[in-house]
């Protein structure tokens, strides 16, 4: 609008058009709009992964200093570390083969003895390594972005880990990248189960101090310092057995009827680039056809309730 | 001398989403400045006719695209600030320079305000002291960029 009226901007003092209040308002009520909208009828999904899809190539180029300088960090380590981590690594990987000597055996004992008692395949979640691209813009939400998106088979919901344990889970999906929220995050929660006792509740994290708590237990529960947390499995997202975190804190005041329990996170959750993303099992169906069709499934699902709005 | 060009508008705002976009993390996310926030200001206190209120509120919207939170929030901040800081911008051109600084600085502290509470409308947690850090090196910024004369028209020097 002020560029419409340029030619009369000699002396340019005074700004012509609406006034500030009438465009103060306008923007406000439009903001406020668009918060409501997004908050409650979720309508915007698509446009905010368009307009992603838009920012990709500038996202690369603000990438492309801290890549350059990985890569010439990397093609500059010296002959010595580079022997002595090789060393490591065929230590460990020796290591890791006879441990997957035995696990195979198990496996397939495992099996037999699931096909004797009929239970369910549990099955093997296929997984995919994703690289982590920035944080969260936002510092006090606990977010990454990583560089697997829809075009890779990404979905919402998938769980992350690393080779420690449980990271978080997929949130968002864009069409070149995904956003991770962490499992210290304020609206996360996490089914776990204590190793120890087999004792299930929910890890949530507490948004500020990167650790979770265990909350609406009560003060005599069996819960001790240095108690391993690991995934239950119930929630069918997570894989059953993941590390998730150690109990740090067990403390019971007489004023409460609950205890207060803070856990640390096992998994690197702000140090590693690299993460897995473990696909979501299909639902245990005793007809192979139906646990095909399950994706298809949630993705009408998804759909339909749009569908149902545009009718009325 | 007065700028009717929008071109340098609008690079300086480009300029400024990639350095918002740059992959910050750890200590840098905490104290990393609203790059975009204080070029808005720079133009909207220099040349009103070419960044309003307008501009600030689709440059907000961008911002909540980045960042990922819920659509309108940092556009109705920037709206609000860029209100403020048009409607005393020709009397902001008499004070020196540590004066607007002073003023640009409550702008600011007023923007992270304002988003906190929408923040927290929509189930944030209060967060700590340092949520307040991007406005100190916000400042320090601008002074900076006001010290070292980088596009600076003389008029908000003499002042």
Redesign the interface.
């Known amino acids: 609008?002020?560029?419409a009226l340029?030619h009369q901007?000699h002396s340019?003092?005074f700004?012509?058009g609406p006034s500030?209040?009438a465009?103060?308002f306008f923007?406000?009520v439009?903001?406020?709009?668009?918060?409501a909208?997004?908050?409650r009828l979720h309508y915007?999904v698509e446009v905010?992964q368009g307009?992603?899809a838009l920012?990709h190539p500038?996202?690369v180029?603000?990438?492309a200093?801290?890549s350059l300088a990985e890569n010439t960090g990397e093609y500059l380590h010296t002959q010595s570390t580079v022997v002595k981590e090789n060393i490591q690594l065929k230590t460990q990987s020796l290591e890791h083969a006879a441990e997957l000597q035995r696990f195979r055996a198990l496996e397939t004992e495992n099996e037999r003895l699931r096909n004797l008692l009929g239970a369910a395949q549990s099955s093997n979640q296929p997984a995919r390594l994703a690289e982590i691209?920035?944080?969260?813009?936002?510092?006090?939400?606990h977010?990454v972005v990583v560089n697997l998106g829809t075009r890779q088979g990404i979905i919402a919901g998938q769980a992350a880990i690393d080779e420690t344990g449980v990271v978080g889970q997929v949130t968002?999906v864009y069409p070149f990248s995904s956003?991770v929220t962490l499992v210290t995050d304020?609206?996360l929660a996490v089914p776990v189960q204590v190793e120890r006792n087999g004792l299930r509740a929910i890890a949530f994290g507490q948004?500020?101090d990167s650790t979770m708590m265990l909350p609406s237990l009560p003060a005599n529960v069996d819960i001790r310092k240095g108690d391993k947390l690991i995934t239950s499995g119930i929630d069918g997202v997570y894989p059953p057995g993941l590390a998730v975190a150690e109990v740090v804190l067990m403390d019971t005041t007489p004023d409460s009827p609950f205890a207060h329990i803070v856990c640390k996170p096992l998994a690197g959750i702000?140090k590693h680039r690299q993460l897995l993303l473990v696909s979501i099992p299909k639902t245990e169906r005793p007809l192979s056809n139906n646990a095909m069709e399950s994706p298809a499934a949630t993705r009408t699902k998804k759909v339909a309730p749009a569908k149902r709005h545009a009718n009325q | 001398m007065?700028t009717?060009s929008?071109k340098p508008v609008y690079f300086s705002l480009g300029v400024a989403?990639?350095l918002?976009?740059?992959?910050?993390?750890?200590v840098g996310?905490?104290i990393r400045p609203e790059f975009i926030l204080l070029t808005l200001l720079y133009w909207a206190l220099r040349a009103?006719?070419?960044c309003?209120?307008?501009t600030a509120?689709f440059a907000?919207?961008v911002v909540d695209?980045?960042?990922?939170?819920?659509?309108?929030?940092y556009?109705?901040a920037f709206?609000?600030t860029a209100?403020f800081a048009?409607?005393y911008q020709?009397r902001l051109a008499l004070f020196n320079i540590w004066q607007q600084a002073g003023y640009v600085f409550l702008l600011l502290v007023f923007t992270q305000i304002i988003v906190l509470i929408?923040k927290l409308f929509?189930?944030?947690?209060i967060?700590?002291w340092e949520?307040f850090f991007p406005s100190i090196s916000g400042i320090l910024l601008w002074q900076f960029v006001i010290f070292s004369r980088i596009n600076i028209d003389g008029r908000s020097n003499k002042a």
């Open positions: 609008m002020a560029r340029e901007h340019g003092f700004i012509r500030a209040t465009r103060l923007f406000a439009l903001s406020l709009v668009l918060i909208t997004d908050a915007l905010r307009f992603i920012l500038l996202q180029i603000a990438n200093p801290l691209l920035h944080m969260g813009r936002d510092p006090f939400s977010k968002r956003e304020k609206d948004g500020r702000e | 007065r009717n929008l989403l990639l918002q976009m740059l992959p910050w993390s750890g996310l905490v009103p006719h070419l309003n209120i307008g509120w907000g919207l695209l980045i960042t990922g939170g819920l659509f309108g929030q556009a109705l709206a609000l209100f048009v409607s020709r929408l929509s189930g944030g947690e967060p700590g949520y």
